[in-house]
């Protein structure tokens, strides 16, 4: 049976768990929660197996420190600039450690957790850079492997956020860069993984731009939605968006570090979220990428078109569409199967390779802390450029890592 520490009874960890109740019941328990609301936590106990002797803590460090030597495992979910905190002592530990992504919000704990990790490298590590498993990135970077579009030259890649997600950046913790790091870092390290991917090398340098052009304050609009006169009719209106959060049972996911941030309203809330960012990149092997990401768009999905040598690749996640047009020819259209669970079927995979470390099995996880940092730099960069207005150089950040 193994033990298993939650830091963050949110939505992320529970997806995780949800999986593992379905596909790997019986062999394994909560022995310890961590999580400043209670609510989540009795909603965690009460869903899922809990050893007899589970404990409660409100913080990851105060629960790594009490339970040392009494856990196998642990899932660190938290908001992301809490996570180092706890990764640091887990790594100690030697626990296997599902982090999720960003891992870290900046270069100094990049370092940090990238130094501990190889003072201790019984301790296993995996990212929660759930694309990374999925059937759509997984057959494109197939395609390009293949050599059918020859040598790829530039990606365009794009990420649309639908009202529902919209309003996870600009209502709860995750508008706050003190506790998200950065819109970028916090939403798109997803994606510059992906380009990371695909592009098969490590990012040379960045620039980027932001603005915050949809989400002004407007004076016709009260503060929360439930005091306001467009409730009925706004398109972000908290009493009519899909309850994004309540997959579980109740309102527990609003966290107590913002309470009842629920129906602020869209336009007036406190932000620190641009709605609109691009970023380029240039990779050590010469490879240029564009990357845009914009909120208050008519559906959630990512696009890419990966211009090679020999022939370009399109495709919609959100269509499972992907197709590639070789120099002479028609575009031909690729079929992506997955199974229903979230990110297009990424969740289950993931998880599965998370089961299978603590079943024991020697693998190469995918998803690894270097591959996690390797996301985050461009992410810290795009954020340094677009508020300096500056190129930057991402090789020299890796010189703070020995052995990186
Ligand atoms: N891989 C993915 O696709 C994916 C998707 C969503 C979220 N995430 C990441 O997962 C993490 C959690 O996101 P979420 O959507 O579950 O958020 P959430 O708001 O649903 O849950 C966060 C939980 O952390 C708790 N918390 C706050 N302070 C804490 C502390 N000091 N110690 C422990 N817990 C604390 C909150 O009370 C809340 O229950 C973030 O890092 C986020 O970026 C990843």
């Given at each position: 049976m193994k033990r298993l520490g939650i830091i963050g009874c949110g939505l992320r960890s529970d997806s995780y768990l949800y999986y593992m109740r379905e596909n790997w019941a019986g062999n394994w328990a909560l022995a310890a929660l961590a999580d400043p609301n209670p609510v989540a936590r009795r909603i965690?106990?009460?869903?899922?197996?809990?050893?007899?002797?589970?404990?409660?803590?409100?913080?990851g460090p105060a629960m790594l420190e009490a339970m040392q030597g009494k856990l196998d495992a642990v899932i660190i979910?938290?908001?992301?600039?809490?996570?180092?905190?706890?990764?640091?002592?887990?790594?100690?530990?030697?626990?296997?450690?599902?982090?999720?992504?960003?891992?870290?919000?900046?270069?100094?704990?990049?370092?940090?957790?990238?130094?501990?990790?190889?003072?201790y490298p019984a301790a296993k590590i995996l990212i929660g850079f759930v694309l990374r498993y999925t059937a759509f990135y997984r057959q494109?970077?197939?395609?390009?492997?293949?050599?059918?579009?020859?040598?790829?030259?530039?990606?365009?890649?794009?990420?649309?956020?639908d009202p529902t997600l919209t309003s996870n950046y600009t209502r709860n913790w995750r508008r706050f860069d003190r506790l998200a790091?950065?819109?970028?870092?916090?939403?798109?390290?997803?994606?510059?993984?992906?380009?990371?991917?695909?592009?098969?090398?490590?990012?040379?340098?960045v620039s980027s731009f932001a603005e915050r052009t949809l989400f002004r304050p407007r004076e016709d609009a009260a503060m929360r939605c439930s005091d306001c006169r467009f409730r009925n009719e706004c398109l972000y209106s908290a009493e009519t968006l899909e309850p994004y959060y309540l997959n579980v049972g109740s309102k527990v996911y609003l966290t107590p570090l913002i309470p009842f941030n629920n129906d602020l309203c869209v336009f007036n809330s406190d932000k620190d979220t641009p709605d609109h960012q691009v970023v380029n990149l240039i990779y050590n092997n010469n490879i240029t990428a564009t990357f845009t990401?914009?909120?208050?768009?008519?559906r959630t999905t990512?696009?890419?078109?990966?211009?090679?040598?020999?022939?370009?690749?399109?495709?919609?996640i959100g269509d499972d569409y992907l197709a590639v047009r070789p120099m002479k020819g028609n575009w031909e259209r690729i079929t992506v199967e997955h199974d229903d669970s979230p990110?297009?079927?990424?969740?289950?995979?993931?998880?599965?390779?998370?089961?299978?470390?603590?079943?024991?099995?020697?693998?190469?996880?995918?998803?690894?802390?270097?591959?996690?940092?390797?996301?985050?730099?461009p992410a810290i960069a795009a954020e340094e450029s677009r508020r300096k207005n500056q190129i930057i150089d991402l090789n020299a950040m890796r010189l703070f890592m020995p052995g990186f």
């Open positions: 965690y106990r009460e869903n899922n197996p809990v050893t007899e002797d589970c404990r409660d803590f409100e913080s979910a938290s908001p992301n600039m809490l996570h180092t905190e706890s990764i640091l002592p887990a790594l100690k530990q030697n626990l296997i450690t599902l982090i999720e992504k960003p891992a870290v919000t900046s270069l100094a704990d990049a370092a940090r957790v990238w130094n501990q990790a190889q003072l494109l970077k197939t395609v390009i492997d293949s050599g059918r579009i020859g040598k790829v030259l530039s990606i365009a890649a794009a990420e649309y956020l790091g950065s819109f970028i870092l916090e939403k798109c390290s997803h994606d510059l993984d992906i380009l990371n991917m695909l592009a098969g090398d490590s990012v040379k340098s990401v914009a909120m208050g768009q008519p990512r696009t890419i078109h990966i211009c090679g040598t020999d022939g370009q690749i399109c495709g919609d990110h297009h079927g990424g969740d289950s995979v993931i998880t599965n390779e998370f089961i299978q470390l603590l079943s024991g099995a020697e693998l190469k996880v995918d998803a690894d802390l270097h591959t996690g940092i390797e996301a985050i730099l």
